[in-house]
């Protein structure tokens, strides 16, 4: 019976609930510190590289191709820059024509506008109606700038109907909403006649003062690409594949972690102000080759034009392995800062395990366009649209060879006399003196005529007395 007792009085003792406990008191803000500090000490810290990448992560671009030649470009950039859809660069297409628009890369988001005015069918390259469309639509074109990225990139091939009419509508919206903007813009062709590229540069300098930047690609610049036999898609794809290798090689600058790292705040700073004219390449090379015929490739854009003396700010990105010379660094970085001495430069270095014995350099230089006006001479207005003349490269050289050929042959000329003088010295002695004989028997000849008119003015009958 004890036993039993004793058994029902633990049980008893176990079903008691348990005293309740004091209700815990609010930590202070001095120990939630410490708590919080101790919890942090044992977490893992990210390393500068991680924390770059992180930043560099947060750079939003968008890529807005305008018309026709515009949007075909933003689709082939679109492919050859997959590897940065997932890191929030966004490719628009922008066209008054659909069906132009439903040809284009999946990767492509599209806008139609204007189709109250064309119906979906174009301009049929009426400058006109694509300023119309642009301007009837400006409310519309303002969602695409609304998302408020960090840079955008307006692409057109001018000399069109919609891109020439209404890029201009486009930056001097993304202007007035204080937006950071690098504009690309191709040029016709030569053949495609004087009328086209008059309305290419008309378009061209409407633009300027509502852009960070521009860069200028003329068409005529792909017969320095291209083989004498190639087709005509194939040619304007050389001139995409090189546009898009240099924009490649920008953005791998912005979203890579270096060594020296560039972010956008640097690349803001080279973008800051307006009407800058822009320069961008790219250029790879093996670590043997000569530094000076590096940098010499890496200065001569195919597509572009650019005079690195005029430069304000250089920024450029070094990319090459752990084992990169600093001897190489120091002699490009010396040759790039000899050719721009008045610039601000910027300076980035990138580590690639994968890059065994090369080099890659990426640069980005922007300069006043007044610097520009002022080499070529003239003051800094804007002339009347009617009046504008689009300065062929190809007159200039034809110019320049022609003075240099008159040169040279006049050149010739006095080689050939200094030789004849230097080879017959005596026979010019002779010429002189013969001269010189010929004035003496000139001389003599006048004062026998005087003589002899003296002798008719005495009258006879003295002429005849002997003296």
């Known amino acids: 019976m004890k036993k ?16 309740a ?10 120990k939630a510190a410490k708590v919080l500090k101790k919890k942090t000490a044992f977490a893992p810290k990210k390393n500068k590289a991680e924390e770059a990448d992180f930043s560099a992560k947060r750079v939003k671009i968008k890529v807005v191709g305008i018309g026709g030649g515009g949007g075909n470009i933003v689709s082939e950039l679109s492919k050859k820059l997959k590897d940065f859809s997932s890191q929030k660069i966004d490719f628009v297409a922008a066209n008054t024509d659909n069906q132009a628009l439903n040809s284009l890369s999946k990767n492509v988001r599209t806008f139609a506008f204007g189709q109250k005015l064309t119906r979906g069918l174009g301009t049929g390259r009426d400058v006109v109606l694509g300023e119309r469309a642009g301007r009837e639509d400006a409310e519309k074109i303002k969602s695409i700038f609304a998302e408020n990225k960090d840079l955008y990139i307006i692409v057109s091939s001018l000399g069109g109907g919609t891109g020439t009419g209404s890029a201009p509508i486009f930056a ?8 950071t903007v690098l504009g690309i813009f191709t040029l016709p062709f030569a053949f495609e006649g004087k009328k086209k590229m008059d309305a290419a540069i008309d378009s061209l300098h409407k633009m300027k ?13 792909i017969f320095g690409l291209a083989k004498e036999e190639i087709s005509f898609t194939d040619a304007l794809n050389l001139l995409n594949s ?17 060594l020296i790292n560039i972010d956008w705040a640097d690349i803001k700073t080279i973008l800051e102000g307006k009407k800058k004219v822009a320069y961008l390449n790219i250029a790879k090379s093996k670590s043997s080759q000569n530094p000076d015929d590096f940098v010499k490739s890496l200065l001569k854009n195919p597509i572009l034009e650019y005079k690195f003396e005029n430069a304000d700010n250089v920024l450029f990105n070094v990319e090459g392995s752990k084992n990169l010379s600093l001897q190489s660094l120091a002699q490009i970085s ?12 910027i300076f980035g270095l990138t580590q690639n395990p994968k890059m065994k014995n090369e080099l890659k350099i990426t640069i980005l230089a922007t300069a006043s ?28 050289n034809i110019k320049t060879s022609v003075d240099k050929e008159a040169a040279n042959v006049q050149k010739k000329e006095e080689d050939k006399e200094k030789v004849e003088k230097e080879e017959a010295p005596e026979a010019e002695e002779n010429i002189r003196r013969n001269a010189l004989e010929i004035k003496e028997a000139e001389r003599k000849a006048i004062e026998k005529e005087e003589e002899d008119e003296k002798i008719f003015e005495i009258p006879a009958f003295l002429r005849k007395k002997p003296r």
């Open 4 to 19: 039993i007792k004793e058994k029902a009085k633990k049980i008893k003792a176990k079903k008691k609930p348990a005293p």
């Open 21 to 30: 406990s004091k209700p815990k008191k609010k930590p202070t803000k001095k």
């Open 172 to 179: 001097k919206i993304a202007n007035d909403l204080g937006l």
């Open 209 to 221: 003062e509502n852009l960070n930047a521009y860069m200028v690609l003329p068409n005529e610049k």
């Open 242 to 258: 090189q546009l898009s290798s240099s924009l490649e090689g920008l953005l791998r600058t912005v979203y890579s972690p270096g």
């Open 334 to 345: 010396r040759k790039i800062s000899e050719l721009a001495p008045n610039a601000k430069i």
């Open 369 to 396: 366009e007044g610097k520009k006006e002022a080499e070529k001479g003239g003051p800094k207005t804007k002339p009347n649209s009617k009046k504008k003349k689009a300065k062929s490269d190809n007159l200039k």
